[in-house]
């Protein structure tokens, strides 16, 4: 069993930053890839981004490339998600979610944990 916390977000205006935070439980963190997704109003769910175990592979819907960083730290039970020029249209509910395994994925079928999530608002 694995319970995630997500927190950071806020209201922030267009070309700012926030850093998101989720918290994991559990002794199997470490051996699980980690993922990011979002809900805009009106919109199903959405993949952001996505961490290897370890960290040495990441992946990034194209919208974001360039402009929000994921990371993790296995000592904390911790992943993040760095978000920079942020744009209205990247309001959403975002969430974190972890995979069975190892493998890195897109697929928001795959994820077996999630969190409940935290607003991000930016205003224009």
């Known amino acids: 069993q694995v319970q995630l916390v997500e927190s950071g977000g806020g209201l922030v205006q267009a070309g700012g930053s926030l850093k998101l935070s989720c918290a994991a439980s559990?002794?199997?963190?470490?051996?699980?890839?980690m993922g990011w997704f979002r809900r805009a109003p009106g919109k199903g769910r959405e993949f952001v981004a996505a961490?290897?175990?370890?960290?040495?592979?990441?992946y990034y819907v194209d919208s974001v490339k360039g402009r929000f960083t994921i990371s993790r730290d296995n000592a904390k039970n911790t992943v993040y998600l760095q978000m920079s020029s942020l744009k209205p249209e990247d309001t959403a509910v975002y969430y974190c979610?972890?995979?069975?395994?190892?493998?890195?994925?897109?697929?928001?079928?795959?994820?077996?944990?999630w969190g409940q999530g935290t607003q991000v608002t930016v205003s224009s």
């Open positions: 979610a972890a995979a069975p395994t190892a493998l890195l994925t897109t697929q928001l079928t795959a994820y077996e944990y």
């Open positions: 559990g002794r199997t963190f470490s051996g699980r890839a």
């Open positions: 961490i290897s175990r370890i960290g040495g592979s990441t």
